[in-house]
């Protein structure tokens, strides 16, 4: 699969061009940038062959089969629909949109085009994700579930800029959201939210509770003005179950350190850590299945959509809106 990188964001070199140096099936053969010197900088470093001028140029490249787009998050729908209009797949990364009309108006591309379109939230592909949904089967029905996620960030970042969809809960709270939705199964009702406001409109922090009609609470909250940055304590999946419980240290990307810890319903605990490849491999090695139909995607349009309602739905009732 020859691939085509829209932007030269600082993600790209770990989220992509790391993991296709161990996947025979990818092969990375042109990017765009905004700044054609930075593309070129960015070519150079790691070896890409081809640099375009402009993203427009990018995607009329016909040799492309597939086009990864790590741009800012208001920028996703517009590029990623171009490139589905285009002809290519896209492995577009989280959140898909900055609100679900966009998300729902980039599926209905990819699906009158005939190709898919992909959501990079990585975590879901690593074996550590496949451990945390068994595990949670094993604690007796669901009471509660929990995912909080802090990291500093600074203040300078796109994620503290209204107009390019940020916020914390745009970055670090999609992960929690994602999680929580994965392991119960159902869609949830946002019943409380509750944002610390940064810059005009931006949350530095959120924290909401969630209720699954008939199966469990959830509470989410992710910050970006942390005071400690240790992994893998910073990001933190908890479940409990009528008979047991379940934690999971850094399920968001293991490779960098984790935890799996639980009391099962049959009285066994489980402590252990997995060895096992990146994340973003294994999300690598997925998209090229999907692309040649040998599975169905994980992380595709409906669940994107889904995530992306959730999300609206918390910084509605926060007092922020959703993202413009």
């Known amino acids: 699969m020859r691939m085509g990188i829209i932007g030269a964001a600082g993600i790209t070199g770990r989220s992509l061009i790391e993991p296709a140096r161990s996947v025979d099936e990818v092969e990375i053969c042109a990017i765009a940038a905004r700044n054609p010197a930075r593309a070129e900088t960015f070519a150079k470093e790691h070896a890409i ?4 001028s402009t993203y427009q140029a990018l995607l009329e490249d016909t ?3 597939a086009i990864y787009v790590p741009l800012a998050n208001s920028l996703h729908a517009k590029w990623t629909i171009a490139a589905l209009d ?3 797949h896209v492995l577009c990364e989280k959140p898909l949109a900055s609100n679900a009309i966009q998300a729902a108006a980039m599926v209905d591309a990819a699906e009158r085009n005939h190709r898919f379109l992909i959501e990079a939230f990585h975590w879901r592909y690593h074996p550590v994700a ?3 949904i068994e595990l949670s089967k094993l604690i007796g029905p669901l009471e509660r579930v929990e995912a909080r996620f802090a990291v500093s960030i600074p203040s ?10 940020g916020g914390s809960f745009m970055d670090l709270g999609s992960y929690c959201m ?4 994965t392991v119960v199964g159902t869609e949830p009702e946002v019943t409380r939210a509750v944002a610390v406001e940064g810059p005009r409109g931006v949350d530095v922090s959120m924290e909401a509770d969630l209720s699954f009609e008939g199966i469990a609470d959830a509470f989410v909250s992710s910050s970006m003005v942390a005071e400690r940055t240790v992994w893998p304590d910073s990001m ?13 240290l850094n399920p968001m990307a293991p490779q960098f350190a984790h935890r799996i810890r639980a009391k099962l319903e049959d009285g066994s605990t489980v402590d252990e850590v997995l060895e096992a490849r990146t994340s973003y491999e294994y999300q690598l090695r997925a998209f090229c299945k999907v692309v040649a139909g040998e599975e169905p995607p994980i992380t595709g349009g409906a669940d994107a959509v889904a995530n992306m309602r959730a999300i609206d739905a ?3 009732l926060s007092g922020l809106g959703a993202r413009p």
């Open 63 to 65: 040799s492309l089969d």
């Open 236 to 248: 933190v999946f908890r479940a409990w179950g009528q008979a047991g419980e379940l934690e999971v």
């Open 49 to 52: 062959p081809v640099v375009y």
């Open 314 to 316: 918390v910084y509605e």
């Open 156 to 165: 300078d970042n796109i994620r503290f800029d209204l107009e390019l969809g």
């Open 178 to 181: 994602h999680m929580v939705r």
């Open 86 to 88: 285009a002809g290519h």
């Open 130 to 132: 496949n451990r945390m």
